[in-house]
C-alpha cells in the first residue's frame, strides 16, 4: 500500500503547515498566505511554493560548486518522483505525496520547474528571445498551470493566456532586476536585442545608461506589455478570488512596467517598485474590472 495511505493525518498537517510557514517568510515573491486563496487550496499551492523555492535555492544559494548544485538538484528530482509514489520522509515531500493525487496535479509541470533551476546553474546568457521565453515557459508558466489545474481549469485557451501572464510577469522580474542580476554575473536581456541597439555588455557592467540602452528597455517593456495584455481576459473569464486574484497580479505587472517608464527606463540604478499607496488604487481597478 503507498506510504501517503498509511501516513497518519497528523504528519501531513504538520508537513502543509511547514510549507506554508515557508511561504509566509517569502510573501513578496510568491502571495500564498493571501486569503484571496480558498482555504481548501492554500495547502496544496504551499506545498507547490516550497518545493519550488527550495529547489531555487538549491541553484543560487550558497557556495556550492555547480555539480554539487546540479546533483542536489537531481535528487530533488528523484524525491520528488518518490513523492509521486507515496513516498517520502522529508515535509515539502510528504505533502507533494498528498496533494499529487489529491488534486491530480501534473508532475511533468514539478519536473519543468526543476529544468529551469538546473539551467540557471550553468547559463547566464540568452542569444535571442525564443530562448528567453522557452526558460520562462519552464521557470514561470508551471504555476500558473498548476494552479489552474487545482481550479479545475485545462481548457486550451485558459492555459495559453496564463502562459502569456506567466512569462510576462518573469520578464517583468528580469526587466526590474537588470542591475541586481548583473552583480550575480546575470544577463537576460537577449543578445541579438542588444546588437540591435548596439548595448555591449562593456556598457552594462560600466553602468552606462547609454541612448541604446534606452531603446532597448523601451522595446522590451512596451514587449512585454503587449504580452501581458494578451492573457489579461483570463482574469475576467475566471471567476471568484482566482480571477480577482489574477487581476490584481496583472494591474501590479503593469504597474511595475509604468514605473521603469517612469525612471526612464534606467534599469541600472534604479530598481522599479510599487510604492505602497499605489495599491489601493490597484485593488479597487481589480475590484471594478469584473
Request: positive net charge.
Amino acid at each position: 500500500m503507498p506510504e501517503s495511505l498509511t501516513r497518519p493525518a497528523a504528519d501531513v498537517r504538520q508537513a502543509y503547515a511547514w510549507c506554508r510557514r515557508l511561504a509566509a517568510g517569502h510573501y513578496e515573491n510568491f502571495p500564498i498566505a493571501s486569503l484571496l486563496l480558498p482555504r481548501s487550496l492554500r495547502d496544496p499551492v504551499a506545498a507547490i511554493y516550497a518545493f519550488a523555492r527550495l529547489a531555487d535555492d538549491l541553484a543560487d544559494e550558497g557556495s556550492a560548486s555547480p555539480d554539487a548544485r546540479l546533483n542536489a538538484l537531481a535528487a530533488w528530482r528523484a524525491k520528488l518522483h518518490a513523492a509521486a509514489r507515496g513516498q517520502a520522509d522529508e515535509p515539502v515531500f510528504i505533502a507533494l505525496a498528498d496533494a499529487i493525487p489529491r488534486h491530480d496535479l501534473p508532475v511533468g509541470l514539478l519536473e519543468d520547474l526543476l529544468s529551469a533551476f538546473e539551467q540557471d546553474v550553468g547559463k547566464t546568457r540568452y542569444a535571442s528571445f525564443g530562448e528567453l521565453m522557452d526558460y520562462c515557459r519552464r521557470s514561470a508558466n508551471p504555476i500558473g498551470r498548476l494552479l489552474l489545474h487545482l481550479y479545475g481549469v485545462t481548457d486550451a485557451r485558459s492555459l495559453g493566456q496564463s502562459d502569456a501572464i506567466c512569462s510576462a510577469l518573469q520578464l517583468i522580474n528580469f526587466w526590474q532586476d537588470v542591475g541586481v542580476d548583473l552583480k550575480k554575473g546575470r544577463i537576460y536581456l537577449p543578445k541579438e536585442d542588444m546588437q540591435r541597439f548596439r548595448v555591449s555588455e562593456a556598457d552594462l557592467l560600466a553602468g552606462r545608461m547609454s541612448l541604446g540602452l534606452n531603446q532597448l528597455m523601451r522595446f522590451e517593456v512596451d514587449r512585454t506589455r503587449r504580452l501581458l495584455q494578451s492573457g489579461a481576459p483570463l482574469g475576467k473569464t475566471l471567476k471568484g478570488r482566482l480571477g480577482f486574484n489574477l487581476r490584481l497580479t496583472v494591474l501590479g505587472g503593469a504597474a511595475i512596467l509604468e514605473a521603469i517608464h517612469k525612471n526612464d527606463y534606467d534599469v541600472l540604478h534604479k530598481r522599479p517598485v510599487i510604492r505602497w499607496n499605489t495599491w489601493p488604487r490597484l485593488l479597487q481597478r481589480a475590484i471594478l474590472a469584473r
